[in-house]
């Protein structure tokens, strides 16, 4: 029987999660609009940061809430001084706790293999 080998020729495996949860989906792009809610400041910032709309990026944001069943991040009006938003507690919960289950699932899933001349 051939042992399982790592094959260095071929690339890394990159793992993508999605939490499945009872009110809805949590992906990438919803963690990754929520870091750059953190880093902007604002959902336009963020959204400008990403390549996406502000109405897609708020509409992800009240899609984010939905699912949690609660607020991921306060808002506060724009006007003549701006606005902002940052994350709540729940909202800095779920990155956290997203990027745990990515990182264990990437540690899981190590190295492509050569079995038998092939993955």
Request: charged share 20%; proline share 8%; glycine share 14%.
């Amino acid at each position: 029987m051939n042992t399982p080998v790592p094959n260095p020729s071929l690339p890394p495996v990159r793992v993508s999660i999605r939490l499945d949860m009872p009110l809805g989906k949590i992906g990438p792009g919803k963690i990754a609009l929520l870091e750059a809610i953190v880093q902007a400041g604002s959902i336009a910032g963020a959204a400008r940061a990403l390549g996406m709309s502000y109405p897609r990026a708020w509409g992800l944001v009240e899609a984010t809430d939905k699912t949690l069943g609660t607020a991921a991040v306060t808002r506060a009006p724009g006007g003549q001084r701006g606005g902002g938003a940052e994350l709540t507690a729940a909202g800095r919960a779920l990155i956290l706790r997203y990027r745990e289950v990515e990182a264990a699932a990437q540690r899981e899933a190590g190295p492509l293999i050569a079995i038998n001349g092939g993955l």
